[in-house]
């Protein structure tokens, strides 16, 4: 999606199931997920406008079912005033919601993180994301 340069308008974050290594059809269950996203928010650019972010037990299958008839609430509950509610929705282990926001350009930037160690196999990912309502070219971003 960010390779292909479309413009993202939407990101699903799972925290529990990573989403991999299933057995079954990972990419084709994310892509479930952000149609119906993409349905909830009236995205005119349809499921590749919504960007999916998974991190959690490896070898699990992502409960597609429950997940798309979850998006039509969650989606409700979006506001704009403030990210904390998404920074904390993202917590599993985590002590408190890593949240950073700064004015720039008359716009913001805003960051969130969350870590996830694993036991097993003794690795660690972490899911990041930086927002921005400033006008910024592609190109400068990167």
Known sequence: RLAAGGDLQAIVVNNKISNVCSGS?????SEAVC????DALSLPGGASSVLPASTGVIGWRLPVGEMAEAVPAAAAELQRE????????IM???????????????GSIVGTAKGAGMIEPDMATMLSFVLTDVAVPRAELQ
């Open 92 to 106: 599993t282990t985590d002590r408190y919601p890593k949240l950073r926001r700064a004015s720039a350009a008359g």
């Open 25 to 29: 059809d990972g990419v084709g269950d």
């Open 82 to 89: 403030s990210m904390l509610p998404a920074a904390r929705a």
């Open 35 to 38: 149609a119906a996203a993409a």
